[in-house]
């Protein structure tokens, strides 16, 4: 009983993730796309990449402990990779990895 439910709970989680991701695309295939829409599109990604960054750092204690180096190398390490390569998921994964690597081992 207990799988069925949760069988059950992951296929309406997907086909609403599902429906939320498609339904812009199926309502502005007919139709031009309003401007506010077109400028949320244009500016948002950046407000929200800016956001996590200071929600990831605001616990950072930059006078104590490894002084904020494994976030700022991490950081920086991300921004190069990702002008070099101009890939958001190498970038993203390429941080990530490196920021484990540091606080872990090093």
């Given amino acids: 009983m207990n799988s069925i439910y949760s069988l059950a709970i992951v296929t309406v ?44 750092l605001k616990d950072v204690d930059f006078l104590s402990g490894s002084y904020g180096i494994p976030e700022l190398v991490s950081i920086f390490a991300t921004i190069l990779i990702h ?15 490196l920021y484990m690597v540091i606080v872990n081992f090093i």
Avoid: D, H, Q
């Fill in 13 to 56: 989680i997907a086909v609403m993730t599902f429906v939320t991701r498609a339904l812009p695309f199926a309502v502005f295939s007919r139709i031009k796309v309003p401007r506010p829409i077109e400028y949320l599109g244009k500016f948002l990604p950046y407000a929200v990449t800016t956001m996590l960054v200071v929600y990831c």
């Fill in 83 to 97: 002008l070099w390569k101009r890939n958001t998921i190498l970038s993203i994964f390429s941080g990530t990895i």
